[in-house]
């Protein structure tokens, strides 16, 4: 079972820039899906980005045009670059692959979040 560790968050204001990665503990072959969520004090955990094995993205609409995925090649797990930071996008950020195990089964690594603390 891999496990991952987020990093790169941290305190910013209004406007600037944070990248987030993460560091796996084992080595991803045949990653499925990698997303990051979020989550809010008092609110429910959300899905801001995702990008599949093909490389195909979908964003949060609140985050859309601001914040890109993208994937480290060699480690196969998601960065996140997020620009035009807002007072709103105060959360813990959650790293996620869903990878094949060799088979017919799929599995999930998760991280144990960053936090990003955006003032105004």
């Known amino acids: 079972q891999v496990q991952l560790v987020e990093s790169g968050g941290g305190l910013v204001q209004a406007g600037g820039s944070l990248r987030l990665s993460c560091a796996a503990s084992?080595?991803?072959?045949?990653?499925?899906?990698m997303d990051w969520y979020r989550q809010a004090p008092g609110k429910q955990r959300e899905l801001v980005a995702t990008?599949?094995?093909?490389?195909?993205?979908n964003y949060a609409d609140s985050v859309k045009g601001r914040f890109t995925i993208s994937r480290d090649g060699a480690k196969n797990t998601p960065y996140l670059q997020m620009n035009d930071l807002k007072p709103a996008d105060t959360a813990a950020y959650y790293c996620?692959?869903?990878?094949?195990?060799?088979?017919?089964?799929?599995?999930?690594?998760w991280g144990q979040g960053t936090l990003v603390t955006v003032s105004s």
């Open positions: 996620h692959v869903n990878y094949w195990d060799g088979g017919f089964n799929t599995l999930d690594a």
């Open positions: 084992g080595i991803i072959f045949r990653p499925n899906r």
């Open positions: 990008i599949s094995s093909l490389g195909r993205t």
